[in-house]
Antibody
């Protein structure tokens, strides 16, 4: 069974950058779209960004557009999220998740925490 | 952006009883709707997609109905492990992919 594992989170100051990583355990990304979502403490999930299996379609939520960059390397079964110009509003648990066409987010990682504080 | 609204915010139910959760979309999402369960300290788990198709391994006591703008998740007989937060999410018109605010199912 495919499992997703996120890493790269941490505590940073406003204006800083972080790069998040997501890799698979027990399988590959296959032909799934891969997404980043986040969840602030006590809040519901928020979709951040998604990338199609072939890197053709890349989308971002309005709150991160222009600051975050998603990419994937299928040969390495890896998904990345480059986060620049971080603000305190970006503080959340960041998940990577896979989604097949016509379905919801079927596989989630356990998340990596990003804290942005002065 | 499609806004998803869930009701009620909190549902108090006794074990063994039926729970009915509602989700409304600000415009039609056809049947492109998913439901998730989230327990404390865990990632959301996909329960239902396509408004009514159970994901792999999801018990039959979970069922989804609806289309267009009105959707319902029913848990036919609540088990102790079902007390959690439930979210709906549309994937019909995106970006962005949007979630509802959640319904907490708590023990009565």
């Amino acid at each position: 069974e495919v499992q997703l594992v996120e890493s790269g989170g941490g505590l940073v100051q406003p204006g800083s950058s972080l790069r998040l990583y997501c890799t698979t355990s027990g399988g590959t990304f296959g032909d799934s779209g891969m997404h980043w979502l986040r969840q602030a403490p006590g809040k519901g999930p928020e979709w951040v960004s998604g990338i199609s299996w072939n890197n053709v379609f890349i989308n971002y939520g309005d709150s991160v557009k222009g600051r975050f960059t998603v990419s994937r390397d299928n040969a390495k079964n890896s998904l990345y999220l480059q986060m620049d110009s971080l603000t305190t509003e970006d503080t959340a648990l960041y998940y990577c998740a896979s989604r097949r066409e016509g379905q919801g987010f079927g596989i989630w990682g356990r998340g990596t925490m990003v804290s942005v504080s002065p | 952006e499609i806004v998803m609204t869930q009701s009620p915010a909190t549902l108090s139910v006794s074990p063994g009883e039926r729970a009915t959760l509602s989700c409304r979309a600000s415009q039609s999402v056809n049947r492109n709707l998913a439901w998730y369960q989230q327990k404390v300290g865990q990632a959301p788990r996909l329960l239902i997609y396509g408004a009514s198709t159970r994901a792999t391994g999801i018990p039959a006591r979970f069922s989804g109905t609806g289309s267009g703008t009105e959707f319902t998740l029913t848990i036919s007989s609540l088990q102790s492990e079902d007390f959690a937060v439930y979210y709906c999410q549309q994937y019909d018109k995106w970006p962005p992919l949007t979630f509802g605010g959640g319904t907490t199912v708590e023990i009565k």
